[in-house]
């Protein structure tokens, strides 16, 4: 059974930084794309940024509000997926879920909750 799993979330300061990961089980995640979405209560999910697939690198994409801060990086041999969010603000508040993708199928994380404020 495909298992994505985030961790790292957590309350932070404004200007703080957080790591989060996706540990993917089930799954080779070198051959999907990956994406770090977040949604904030009442609001539409938002992709923040992806990752295509490929054995090393990927094509890198970011939501404008976060580039220059946030980064997104993948560990072939761990199968896990990263986002490293610096110079955080309180509008990076929100459940961040990890996705994979590939063709028609998107499986997805179960959330984890990154909270910024003083």
């Known amino acids: 059974q495909v298992q994505l799993v985030e961790s790292g979330g957590g309350l932070v300061q404004p200007g703080g930084s957080l790591t989060l990961s996706c540990a993917a089980s089930?799954?080779?995640?070198?051959?999907?794309?990956m994406g770090w979405y977040r949604q904030v209560l009442g609001k539409q999910r938002e992709l923040v940024a992806s990752?295509?697939?490929?054995?090393?690198?990927?094509?890198?994409r970011y939501v404008d509000s976060v580039k220059g801060r946030f980064t997104i990086s993948r560990d072939n041999a761990k199968n896990t997926l990263y986002l490293q969010m610096d110079n955080l603000t309180p509008e990076d508040t929100a459940a961040y879920y990890c996705?994979?993708?590939?063709?028609?199928?998107?499986?997805w994380g179960q959330g984890t909750q990154v909270t910024v404020s003083s």
């Open positions: 996705s994979a993708q590939r063709g028609t199928r998107t499986y």
């Open positions: 089930e799954l080779i995640l070198s051959i999907y794309t």
């Open positions: 990752i295509s697939s490929g054995s090393s690198g990927g094509l890198l």
